[in-house]
């Protein structure tokens, strides 16, 4: 694949840039002696890399609607990347969270923090200005800088995000046409307007218009953005599985074809060379890559605005836990169970000749997290698993540990349960349930794909095998008192 690394030297010459970056961050951490952390931004913006219009009829093609809007960031995801680029981890961050704006604008929107500093500068600067689109010019860096700054401070000192890249409606058709397409599966079809969505159940490949509509969509899906924003997730690791495979790689055309796609609808910060990141990525493979997003405390009506509340000390605390590599271990990052209860982290599902009679076992489900629909989903994963579903509901409040609660004398089938569904709960007996009865509460902490990822670790005689590297599962870069990732690219994940 030598021919598809170094082709990438030809993207450093015609790349648009932004002078966003601080000098002394841009200096202090070159790429090839240590980490990368950059935060990717998807913008509503209806112009190319260089600000340009885009034309009315790729407008219409790309179901773009009407512009207004486009200063608000819709797509923030933070990606560390280690030293020895083998790895990644990208953290989603909710474009609805509430949170303090850098620049002295006060509690909004995070997706707003670039759209005050941008209208903020040209307002300042309008009468100074010696044309428009250098107002516009100077405007847009003036709101990158803003939304770097109030990401920042919303993270904490864990990281230090030192470079940029921005995408926006145009990118997803030019880079997905350029590669052929991604591989997707949708749990539904779908029939949605506003984002031109109209998918049938299933596995699918997406490329140009409809790549752009799969990520764009958030109505009409159970959870809303949240939805969109794990859509976004299995998107760009299906993005990265074609990227890194080597019919892309030992490909001329369809390398010059990526690199001039880039050209047109990506800009980054000053002084990041692509040739030399792709450099470091040379040894990144798609199970190498896991996705997240931050913690939140649930919906909330501030001043007519609906919003996602967040605890800033709280995702400060989750991101630095999953950027260790040059920090030691951390904390763990879910409750401490009560006095009485005892936690397990689950590594396996049980064996099968373990199966207790579990069709006669009722398992009620409570959310004590603040994704919707997921005690649906966790019941659904039991009934899969051969449980008896029992009702759904919310938790009296939020809660970041997950518990299950059983009858006196039945533990086993506590920690069958959890052992189905991965991840870490405290059991707690509770003699108001009767005989093969189970009480499910699911916390912040808890992931829904850790079941999936914990069912495919092999197994020896003697139980789990030994990670493959530095990860707690095979093909995964969690370790102990890391959260479980939301996605991993490897594979295909199916989603709303």
Not at 61 to 82: A, C, F, Q, Y
Not at 87 to 110: K, Q, T, Y
Request: net charge negative; hydrophobic share 35%; charged share 20%.
């Amino acid at each position: 694949m030598g021919y598809g690394w170094w082709a990438f030297g030809e993207v450093d010459d015609d790349t648009v840039t932004t002078d966003v970056i601080a000098q002394d961050v841009e200096d202090q951490r070159i790429p090839l002696d240590g980490a990368v952390d950059l935060l990717l931004v998807g913008i509503d913006s209806r112009t190319d890399a260089y600000g340009n219009p885009l034309p009315q009829e790729v407008m219409d093609m790309l179901n773009g609607g009407v512009s207004d809007g486009e200063r608000n960031t819709d797509t923030m995801i933070l990606v560390h990347i280690p030293v020895d680029g083998t790895r990644a981890v990208a953290i989603s961050f909710p474009r609805d969270s509430w949170v303090e704006l850098a620049g002295d604008f006060g509690n909004h929107r995070l997706n707003s923090a670039f759209a005050y500093a941008y209208n903020n500068a040209r307002e300042e600067n309008v009468d100074t200005a010696p044309d428009e689109r250098t107002l516009d010019n100077l405007a847009k860096v003036e709101g990158r800088k803003n939304l770097i700054a109030t990401i920042q401070n919303l993270i904490g000192e864990s990281v230090t995000i030192d470079r940029y890249a921005e995408v926006n409606l145009l990118s997803f058709f030019e880079v997905t046409n350029a590669i052929g397409g991604v591989e997707v599966c949708l749990n539904n079809p779908v029939d949605e307007r506003l984002s031109g969505a109209r998918f049938p159940a299933g596995r699918q490949t997406v490329a140009g218009r409809d790549a752009l509509a799969f990520v764009r969509q958030r109505h009409e899906l159970p959870n809303g953005d949240l939805d969109r924003i794990v859509r976004q997730q299995v998107f760009l690791g299906a993005l990265a599985d074609k990227v890194l495979s080597a019919d892309m790689l030992t490909s001329p055309s369809k390398v010059q074809q990526l690199i001039s796609a880039v050209q047109r609808s990506v800009i980054l910060s000053d002084g990041w060379q692509l040739s030399t990141f792709a450099s470091q990525m040379s040894g990144l493979t798609t199970d190498g890559i896991d996705f997240y997003t931050i913690p939140t405390l649930g919906d909330a009506n501030i001043g007519g605005a609906d919003v996602l509340r967040v605890d800033p000390a709280q995702v400060a605390s989750f991101v630095s836990s999953l950027v260790t590599d040059e920090q030691g271990t951390p904390e763990p990052t879910s409750g401490s169970p009560v006095p009485g209860e005892t936690t397990t982290t689950t590594t396996t599902p049980p064996d099968e000749g373990d199966r207790p009679a579990l069709g006669l076992v009722s398992v009620d489900v409570l959310n004590g997290s603040t994704t919707g629909g997921l005690a649906s989903t966790v019941r659904d994963m039991l009934v899969d698993r051969g449980f008896q579903g029992g009702d759904i509901g919310d938790a009296p409040s939020v809660q970041a540990g997950s518990t299950i609660r059983h009858a006196p004398g039945e533990r086993n089938l506590a920690e069958h349960a959890a052992g189905e569904l991965g991840g870490q709960f405290a059991f707690l007996e509770d003699s108001s349930l009767t005989a093969n009865e189970l009480t499910v509460v699911v916390g912040t902490d808890y992931q829904p794909g850790a079941a999936n990822r914990l069912r495919a670790q092999p197994t020896g005689p003697s139980g789990p095998s030994e990670p493959s590297g530095p990860s707690g599962f095979a093909g995964s870069s969690s370790t102990p008192g890391k959260p479980v990732p939301q996605i991993n690219a490897e594979g295909l994940n199916c989603v709303n």
